[in-house]
Structure formats: structure tokens, C-alpha cells
């Protein structure tokens, strides 16, 4: 096979430039999620080839939460939020989710506090990851909430931590999507849910408090049980593909 020795390397062989690397200093406030397009017109030290090609950052801008919130906390767009350590919400806190806000949740964290957010049609603010527990409060408008893990966590035999949405909750214009565990709303409730979605649900028990339910979707629902009790209010709702018992 022929081999070049000088200033050039064949078709199928590589150089690298780790001992003369390109530095790109993005700023700390860019978007999470934004898209940053270079033309890059390449070439090595001392050789005449040189390639003209573009380049595309796709920056993830996140933030981790964690502690005690016992204040007012608000999540803004232009980043990604993140709980990845033990985070609580006290009796006093309250964190507030702005339109486009993203939550991703890879611990179980704990509300006894309140979460609001409003979001817009154009404008959903996304949680995704882990549950919401707690005494607290949850009042959100336009959110979705995808591929989370609820229920209960087994650990061994007879030990267990519960891992559902607990507490009390309005819900308007929310989606659920890809919620998988034992019971997806446990604890004491009521919750309110107007005008949401469900869809693509696995698990035991859906429902195991008290809610209201008004012109509501019900699509791809496997779990065992819907209503585990007679505590509910169902107006204009539609069911279809339901693998499982109402109640």
C-alpha cells in the first residue's frame, strides 16, 4: 500500500491536534439547549491540506438543586434545573417554575412547601426523572410530565420508601406521559385535574386519593387498578386503549 511520509497522511489515517488543542469559551449565561454554529476551516501545522467544515455546540446549561429551600426560588428557561442531591422544599418554601422552565429530577425530592408555575401552549415547562412528595402544595398549569419513576422503591424485603405524588395538587393542561411504579398519586390529597392528559402508564395503582377529574384523556393506561377507591369525581373524560380495571 502506498504511505505518504511527508506533511500529509493517507485517506484512512487520523491526526489529532491534543498537543495544540482549539479553546472555545462559551459564557455562562447562553441558553440551555442553544444551538452554537462555527464554520471551522481547518488545518495541521506546516501541511497544505486544509478542510472547510461546519461545527455545531449544543450547549447544556444546567443548574443543581439541593438543601432546604425555605424562601422563594424561581426556575428560569434559559438553563436546565437540576435536582441530583437530596433537595427539600420547607413549610416557608415556595419554588416557582417560569414557562419553558425544565426540571430533571434524578432524586426523589421532598415538597412540603408549594410549587407553582404557569406555563403557555407555546411555552410547557417539563418535568421529568423522579416523583414529588411531601405534605405540600403543587399548582401548575401547561407542564409535562414524562418518563418518571413512581411508586415505591423496594430496597429489601418489607423496606421500602414511597416514591408518589403526595400531598395536595391542580393540575390544568398537564400531560403525564411514561409514569411507571406502584402508586402514581398516593398520600392525602384532594387533586384537581382539568383539562390533562394521560398517556403510556405502567404500574399497580394510578390513583389512590381523592380527585376531581374534568374533561380529561385516558390513552395506553396498563396499570392493574385506575381508582383504587370511590373518592372521585370524573366529568367529560375520554378512555380509550385501558389494559386494566377502573377501579
Not at 421500602?160 to 402508586?183: A, M
Not at 385516558?218 to 369525581?233: A, G, K, L, P, R
Request: a neutral charge.
Amino acid at each position: 500500500p502506498y504511505t505518504t511520509l511527508f506533511r500529509s497522511i493517507s485517506s484512512y489515517a487520523t491526526r489529532t491536534n491534543e498537543f495544540n488543542p482549539l479553546k472555545i469559551k462559551i459564557s455562562p449565561n447562553v441558553a440551555n439547549n442553544r444551538d452554537i454554529v462555527f464554520e471551522g476551516l481547518l488545518w495541521y501545522k506546516d501541511s497544505p491540506d486544509t478542510v472547510k467544515q461546519k461545527i455545531v455546540l449544543t450547549i447544556n446549561n444546567g443548574t443543581s438543586l439541593s438543601g432546604v429551600l425555605d424562601s422563594t426560588l424561581i426556575l428560569t428557561p434559559n438553563r436546565q434545573w437540576i435536582v441530583n442531591n437530596s433537595f427539600k422544599i420547607g413549610a416557608t418554601g415556595h419554588l416557582v417554575l417560569m414557562p419553558g422552565a425544565k426540571l430533571l429530577l434524578q432524586e426523589y425530592i421532598i415538597n412540603n412547601g408549594s410549587i407553582s408555575g404557569t406555563g403557555t401552549k407555546d411555552s410547557i415547562i417539563t418535568i421529568s426523572g423522579q416523583c414529588i412528595g411531601g405534605v405540600g402544595k403543587i399548582d401548575l398549569q401547561y407542564a409535562s410530565f414524562n418518563n418518571m419513576s413512581v411508586g415505591f422503591d423496594y430496597i429489601g424485603y418489607n423496606d421500602y420508601r414511597s416514591n408518589d405524588f403526595s400531598g395536595t395538587g391542580t393540575f390544568s393542561h398537564c400531560s403525564f406521559s411514561g409514569l411507571d411504579g406502584f402508586y402514581c398519586f398516593g398520600g392525602s390529597g384532594p387533586y384537581l385535574f382539568d383539562h390533562c392528559n394521560f398517556q403510556n402508564i405502567t404500574g399497580r395503582f394510578m390513583f389512590a386519593v381523592p380527585s376531581t377529574f374534568l374533561d380529561c384523556a385516558f390513552d395506553q393506561i396498563y396499570t392493574n387498578t385506575i381508582f383504587e377507591t370511590s373518592n372521585f369525581n370524573i366529568l367529560r373524560c375520554n378512555f380509550s386503549i385501558i389494559g386494566n380495571t377502573l377501579s
